[in-house]
């Protein structure tokens, strides 16, 4: 069926805009919601967990060897970990991390890929078939194995200064600018292929007679003709980022103690799982349950937004 | 399409090269240096001495003045020596790359032999309980920390349920082929677990593409049965793009294995590279990544290829370009 038919159902509504049409088929999309409303609820907690600490009395940071292992109390609700601290607000904060380090490495490769795609195909030739090598080259290498060595890289042999060096949060930008290097191609490759559409439309060709320049095309012109792609696949890579960060902080790579993500957590875990396998268990449900629920919530905008799926 | 092989080929040359530059470059900036390690193994050694053989290995030139003499010896067949391992990091990779291309080989075939069925499937019954059940487990597959997954898996087949070996490719002592096969069990299933939702997402939505063409309507009205409209005109193409972008991925199925690996402590071709990087074993690191982004290129060719010689619609008479 089409739009019309879509809209004719329910004629009491009269004409749709597209955003109530958006709404209306994201909402029928239920897991996408429930993502949503789980996504939020975990947001507000990881970013409230300073408070959540006052209220419970426990800190998260707090060493206490005479504490370790303990099953869930009153003052510990989900119990002790290998060094006595509270599970419960440690697991908060590790979403913290891995949220901030999801959302904004996510960001920072969105911009990149539409800066690289819209470069690319709006001014085309030389430049468009470098851009699309390096794009080619990049989606071609192994990522793991490399983003294990950049992670590993001495910073101050790149010539960082040492006070950069020192800084507590270095692991926590250091991860978001790695992973934000090389995840940057599907997007570029998005935007590449709606510029290319849309710089042949007419009304870019009445926008240029008029006397726009590229750069106001490009903004103006091009770019809200390939928001919603770009949306929809930078939703799905704060999955994919979450999913790198967690592996690379296991691996003693990524997000360095003290500060807790959920990754770093389960790295001494292998070594736990005969004594206290829940301390296995937490970290990793929640790294699962975050990813695909950022995973939902992508496959859900990316109906919502889909002309096509109408249909459906 | 002479020409579009040449020039592929030519490309994949040239990104190996800037991957080796870039690759060697990064190696440079790791912590520690090979003559810091010396000192360390032989506090005997003085700063001048140190000077001395940092002259004799070279350390003090530029870095392209380096890695043009580090290209010319690896041309001439010379990748140095594994400190790890202490032999030439040629003849150390043989035995971890037979492994892995166990491990990936058969989590390859598997996973297809799966998806295959089930993406087709899912795609005849789209919007059914199955295809619904069938979504969920693809998510739940392409969500699921791999490392979390292997330390389940662990957790319940090697602790709670003792009945498969947790690490390792055969018992101490070696073993039969039943014992090597015992090994594999874990690795294979939580590498498969990793890769199987994205191939089963792509057929499901290959074939559902498929089945809304012209040709497979004129199939069903000619009379044709369901079965073999799906089998002799669906599937076939279907799987074009599937196959495509299945080699595509076979980089994240390495970094999928290179998690396994070390996981399982299965000595193959990742956690060769993970312990190589984290043992300063600079030599065996740069070798064995370049290899890894070798077999990569040349995955990501063969995909290329395949699809330019497989579908007759695509021709390449421009050359340089990729059909996507």
């Known amino acids: 069926m089409n739009a019309a038919h879509h809209a004719m159902t329910k004629p009491a509504m009269g004409a749709r805009t597209v955003w109530s049409l958006f709404f209306h088929r994201l909402g029928a999309h239920r897991l996408a919601v429930g993502s949503a409303v789980f996504l939020a609820v975990l947001g507000v907690l990881a970013f409230a967990t300073p408070a959540i ?52 490495a996510a960001l920072a490769s969105a911009v990149t890929g539409t800066v690289v795609g819209l470069l690319a195909g709006y001014y085309g030739g030389r430049l468009d078939a470098f851009l699309m090598r390096l794009t080619d080259g990049v989606i071609a290498l192994p990522l793991l194995p490399l983003l294990i060595v950049l992670a590993a890289l001495d910073l101050t042999k790149l010539g960082l200064p040492e006070s950069v060096v020192q800084d507590p949060n270095i692991s926590l930008y250091r991860i978001i600018v790695i992973i934000s290097l090389v995840g940057w191609t599907t997007v570029a490759r998005l935007v590449r292929a709606a510029a290319l559409s849309v710089r042949e439309m007419d009304y870019v060709l009445a926008a240029t007679a008029a006397g726009a320049g590229g750069l106001r095309i490009m903004a103006v012109h091009i770019l809200p003709n390939v928001i919603s792609p770009i949306i929809v696949a930078s939703t799905l890579s704060v999955g994919n ?72 | ?9 030519v490309e994949s040359v040239i990104v190996l090269v800037i991957m080796s530059f870039v690759i060697y470059a990064l190696i440079g900036l790791m912590p520690g240096d090979p003559i810091d390690l010396m000192i360390k193994s032989d506090p005997r050694l003085t700063p001048a001495d140190a000077a001395r053989l940092r002259a004799v290995y070279g350390l003090d030139k530029p870095l392209a003045e380096r890695y043009l003499h580090w290209a010319m010896a690896a041309l001439s067949g010379d990748f140095g020596h594994s400190r790890l391992y202490v032999q030439p990091v040629l003849d150390v990779m043989p035995g971890f790359l037979l492994n892995t291309f166990n491990l ?22 789209q919007h059914s309980a199955g295809d619904y059940a069938i979504n969920l487990a693809c998510f739940a597959g392409i969500s699921v920390p791999i490392f979390w997954l292997a330390l389940m898996l662990i957790i319940v087949f090697a602790v709670l349920i003792p009945v498969l070996p947790a690490s390792g490719v055969s018992s101490v002592g070696g073993g039969g082929f039943l014992d090597r096969a015992r090994h594999l069990v874990l690795p294979v299933v939580t590498l498969t677990i ?5 191939y089963t997402r792509f057929m499901r939505a290959s074939t559902i593409e498929v089945m809304r063409q012209d040709y497979i309507r004129t199939a069903f009205a000619k009379g044709a049965s369901r079965n073999r409209v799906v089998v002799r005109h669906a599937l076939r193409n279907a799987l074009l793009p599937v196959v495509t972008i299945i080699a595509l991925s076979f980089g994240t199925l390495f970094s999928g294995a290179l998690i396994t690996e070390t996981m399982f402590a299965y000595p193959g071709m990742g956690k060769l590279i993970y312990d190589s990087i984290m043992g300063n074993d600079f030599n065996m ?20 290829l395949a699809y330019a010689w497989l579908d007759p619609r695509i021709s390449y008479s421009g050359g340089g370009g990729t059909p996507r």
């Open chain 2, 194 to 198: 990793f890769s199987i939702g994205s």
């Open chain 1, 241 to 312: 980022v979450i999913l790198l960060e967690s592996v690379l902080s296991f691996l003693g790579l990524g997000i360095q103690p003290p500060i807790a993500s959920w990754g770093n957590m389960l790295t001494g875990a292998q070594e736990l799982i005969w004594s206290s396998p829940e301390l296995a268990f937490y970290p990793g449900m929640l790294i699962f349950v975050t990813v695909i629920a950022f995973n939902f919530l992508g496959d859900g905008l990316q109906d919502a937004m889909d002309p096509r799926a109408i249909e459906g």
């Open chain 2, 1 to 9: 399409m002479t020409r579009y092989v040449m020039g592929r080929l």
């Open chain 1, 53 to 104: 600490e006052a209220v419970l009395g426990v800190d998260a940071n707090l060493v206490d060897l005479s504490r370790r292992f303990q099953g869930p109390s009153r003052a510990h609700l989900l119990g002790t970990d290998e060094l006595g601290r509270d599970l419960l607000v440690r697991l908060l904060y590790g979403g913290q991390v891995s949220l901030f380090v999801g959302i904004v």
């Open chain 2, 104 to 125: 990936m080989g058969l989590t390859f075939v598997i996973s297809i032999v799966i998806a295959v069925p089930v993406g087709v499937y899912a795609a005849l019954r």
């Open chain 2, 285 to 304: 690191a740069l070798v064995a990544l370049l290899f890894a982004t070798l077999v990569t290129l040349l995955a990501n060719l063969a995909a290329d």
